[in-house]
């Protein structure tokens, strides 16, 4: 009972970090102004909450769609393609939820991705993912589905738009903080030997990391719950997904743990969208960084200890 009220607890939590992300994120520009015009803090803070979810909640769909369109098209002959839309009807019957539009993209990546919205449901799998063995494959497609279901594809596409934000002026931030210049002290020691100095920075790198700071300070209060609801919402709600799949049967459970370990390994993860990791079955790792974007890499390797141990896995 106590484990099952602090897994519940714990998605309460994370749920409400990422609904404040967008309420923070407009709180920013909206108190100052409101606390200058004398209209009332606690008007401001109820105008952000207001605003900032039905304008994320409003974007979050369309984004995320505008995103697929620009995918590379796998261009499937005719026959692949009606099976694998075939296999995604008989799977979403066997999990109890309608069929959404399947949509197959060329990437290195073996990554599969759900998303919905008043636009519909849609599943994003890459050509990789879907050339692993049957078992693997299905099993993927079925963790997707099982998301579907849960309504956390739902909820978190509303909420993508402020989250994005969050993560690029990190990102931003980030990068200011750590620039160092393009020329060491023997490289100006060649130039000048050689009778060549350009110009100097007209920018000084203290300039870049004070600037980085003043961002990171700006953005702290939006990026604490995002990191809240990072963990302990999308983390989790894989996690519970992990577990209904497993449960199904050992066939599943083996074949989700060869395709979350094939996924975090491969190579590609350039080639997934950003947008779409905290909807994917992996989180793909950032290029410029190295970090995993929006779950820590240690997420991947609890999933697997829990789906390749022996003990069963209850879900959530």
Do not use: C
């Not at 803070?45 to 304008?55: D, E, K, Q, R």
């Not at 590379?72 to 066997?94: H, Q, S, T």
């Not at 000084?204 to 990391?209: G, K, L, M, S």
Request: neutral net charge.
């Amino acid at each position: 009972m106590a484990a099952g009220w602090t897994r519940t607890t714990g998605t309460v939590v994370g749920a409400a970090g990422l609904v404040a992300v967008p309420i923070v994120l407009t709180a920013i520009p909206i108190v100052p102004i409101a606390w200058l015009l004398d209209v009332g803090v606690g008007l401001a803070f109820l105008a952000a909450a207001i605003v900032g979810v039905l304008l994320s909640a409003a974007f979050g769909p369309t984004l995320v769609h505008r995103r697929i369109r620009r995918l590379p098209n796998a261009d499937l002959d005719e026959r692949p393609a009606a099976f694998i839309e075939y296999r995604v009807d008989e799977l979403a019957d066997e999990v109890g939820v309608d069929a959404p539009e399947i949509t197959v993209v060329r990437s290195d990546a073996a990554n599969v991705a759900v998303t919905e919205g008043y636009r519909g449901s849609q599943i994003v799998a890459s050509t990789r993912l879907l050339s692993l063995p049957a078992a693997d494959r299905d099993a993927a497609l079925r963790h997707a589905l099982v998301r579907l279901r849960r309504r956390e594809a739902l909820f978190t596409t509303a909420l993508l738009p402020a989250l994005l934000v969050v993560e690029t002026v990190a990102l931003l931030a980030t990068l200011l903080v750590g620039r160092r210049s393009d020329r060491s002290p023997a490289d100006r020691r060649v130039n000048r030997i050689h009778g060549y100095e350009p110009d100097r920075e007209r920018i000084p790198t203290p300039v870049y990391a004070v600037a980085g700071i003043l961002l990171w300070v700006v953005l702290f209060p939006a990026w604490i719950p995002a990191a809240v609801g990072d963990r302990l919402f999308v983390a989790g709600q894989r996690r519970a997904a992990d577990a209904e799949v497993a449960g199904v049967g050992e066939t599943e459970r083996d074949g989700l743990a060869n395709a979350v370990a094939f996924a975090g390994e491969a190579a590609g993860a350039a080639d997934w969208p950003p947008l779409l990791d905290r909807l994917s079955l992996v989180s793909m790792a950032d290029d410029e960084t190295g970090r995993v974007r929006g779950a820590s890499r240690q997420e991947a390797r609890v999933r697997l200890a829990r789906l390749r141990s022996k003990v069963r896995v209850h879900p959530p």
